[in-house]
């Protein structure tokens, strides 16, 4: 496993979490990172990105003012702080490292097709919100 989230848990409705995401065999600092999450039925979607060597981030409409993604290129972290918490932040989330096509850019991160492009991917950690 090449990136390991953590962080998540169980936590009520405008609450806060962050989680982490550690390269533990990938040097996060080289490449763009993303948070991405994926509800129940639902289809994968990111939420985040942080590119890699200007740290230009991006964030969903969905997310964005409540989420903040920052790199700790000393700990080879990205972090995702989260507050004000919604029970439709319910989730597995997810961090992945864009090794292939524009590796430091979060250039498209939005666009689902641009998933395949962030080829290393960690073990999700379950975010639950309750209301």
């Known amino acids: 496993v090449l990136l390991q989230a953590s962080g998540g848990g169980l936590v009520q409705t405008v609450g806060s979490l962050r989680l982490s995401c550690v390269g533990s065999?990938?040097?996060?600092?080289?490449?763009?990172t993303g948070w991405f999450r994926q509800a129940p039925g639902k289809e994968r979607e990111g939420i985040s990105c942080?590119?890699?060597?200007?740290?230009?981030?991006v964030y969903a409409e969905s997310v964005k003012g409540r989420f903040t993604i920052s790199r700790d290129d000393s700990k080879n972290t990205v972090d995702l702080q989260m507050n004000s918490l919604k029970p439709e932040d319910t989730a597995v989330y997810y961090c992945?490292?864009?090794?292939?096509?524009?590796?430091?850019?979060?250039?498209?991160?939005?666009?689902?097709?641009?998933?395949?492009?962030?080829?290393?991917w960690g073990r999700g950690t379950l975010v639950t919100v309750s209301s």
């Open positions: 942080i590119s890699s060597s200007d740290g230009i981030t």
């Open positions: 992945a490292a864009r090794i292939f096509l524009r590796a430091g850019s979060c250039l498209g991160f939005l666009s689902p097709d641009v998933q395949p492009d962030f080829g290393a």
């Open positions: 065999a990938l040097p996060l600092g080289i490449y763009a």
